[in-house]
């Protein structure tokens, strides 16, 4: 993406006027994630443009009718369509990456069948290396940038689980690793409302990919419709908090058109391309903050978030940093989520760690930060009235009793 580029992009998602979410498309791939992501800010954009932009979930340009089985005769696996009663030239959805479509096997199976968009890869990455170049010499001119906001990491971020995601193996690759992980913990850790579809390797590749059809509604389409409650929220988080604190091992892109609730209410994540790894003084160091946080003990708290810094604070003196976030937090237990958001004061709390204690902040961080801001975001558009830390109390002590959780972290 050009400077240029970037900048008619900026001005599209800051105006007060609703934005031109066809010129964003057709801007390509990365302004698309782009956007998604700010579809989440809620704490810096009004809710009805994060609304607007949360269209980018599911309903992105799709590829012509005419193009679709000419994409499929040319990419698909040998003998593809031979396995097939039919498949719909409309598509079901369209999504930033590929689109979709109903289909049935000769065997009566309904599935979906996902695409590639044929120019996706090349010009992403070639967007993602222009943008590259550009920020490292704006980084040169503000570098605090790199500490707080760090560009670079949202880029390297988003270009990594974009790129993975271009893969259409690794949607099969990645549901097999979560539901290993859910076997793993479900002795002491029930994930019953949990399921991945099933997929046909056989008639999958890179550019094509062939999985079971789940009856249901996604998260989005429970938004839009008013119907979800918070108890569903609450055990989604209970769900994706235990891959996030208890694991580290989680969907690294599970926003409300990734979730869908099947028939029987249970969860069923798709999309599956994007898993992301915590290392574990990333999600160690999360965890107990918010666990701090939801007890009120603010000032454990405080100390538990700078175990995420890449830098030894040994011997720094953490005066300033404490007062500061004293501050930050002033009444914050007693604040709901339309009032604070969690990603609002998250930006703040990052800053003061950076400004006042010396931390630096990686980009192994920003992964379970940004999947945190999704869940914050589905929070804020349904249920603004609830005090988000406080609910998530009860869960967070279950995963510290049921979750390979190490106890402890180091903090001067």
């Given amino acids: 993406m050009r400077v240029l580029t970037f900048l008619k992009f900026m001005r599209q998602i800051l105006k007060s006027k609703p934005a031109d979410l066809e010129w964003i498309q057709a801007q390509g791939l990365l302004a698309v994630k782009l956007a998604q992501i700010f579809a989440l800010r809620s704490d810096i954009l009004p809710v009805e443009k994060c609304r607007q932009l949360q269209q980018l979930y599911q309903h992105a340009a799709s590829i012509p009718p005419e193009d679709v089985f000419a994409n499929i005769d040319q990419r698909a696996p040998d003998g593809f369509m031979e396995a097939f009663e039919e498949i719909d030239e409309i598509p079901l959805a369209a999504a930033s990456v590929g689109q979709v479509h109903r289909g049935r096997l000769k065997n009566g199976e309904d599935v979906v069948v996902k695409i590639i968009k044929a120019q996706n890869g090349k010009n992403f990455r070639r967007d993602v290396n222009r943008m590259r170049r550009w920020l490292r010499i704006f980084l040169l001119f503000m570098p605090k940038l790199r500490k707080v906001g760090n560009p670079v990491a949202l880029l390297n971020h988003v270009a990594d689980y974009t790129t993975r995601e271009l893969d259409l193996r690794n949607e099969i690759k990645g549901a097999k690793e979560l539901d290993e992980i859910k076997t793993m913990i479900s002795r002491d850790f029930s994930m019953e409302l949990l399921k991945f579809p099933k997929y046909y390797p056989e008639l999958s590749n890179k550019d094509i990919l062939v999985s079971e059809f789940i009856r249901g509604d996604s998260l989005e389409d429970g938004i839009e419709a008013g119907s979800l409650s918070w108890s569903t929220l609450l055990d989604l988080f209970r769900i994706h908090g235990a891959y996030l604190f208890g694991i580290g091992t989680f969907h690294g892109d599970l926003h409300p058109g990734n979730c869908i609730i099947d028939q029987e209410g249970r969860f069923v994540f798709i999309d599956n391309g994007a898993i992301c790894h915590a290392p574990t003084r990333v999600n160690k160091s999360l965890f107990i903050f918010f666990q701090h946080l939801s007890d009120h003990e603010f000032e454990d708290a405080f100390k538990a978030l700078l175990g995420l810094s890449e830098k030894n604070l040994d011997d ?52 379970i930060i940004r999947a945190l801001m999704y869940l914050d975001g589905l929070v804020i558009r349904t249920h603004p009235n609830v005090r988000l830390i406080s609910s998530m109390g009860p869960y967070l002590d279950e995963f510290q009793r049921s979750l390979p959780i190490d106890k402890g972290v180091n903090i001067a």
């Fill in 316 to 367: 720094k003196d953490l005066t300033p940093y404490m007062v500061e976030m004293n501050e930050i937090y002033h009444d914050f237990e007693m604040k709901t989520v339309g009032e604070q958001s969690l990603t609002k004061i998250m930006m703040k709390t990052v800053r003061c760690a950076v400004e006042k204690a010396g931390a630096e902040f990686g980009e192994e961080a920003f992964p």
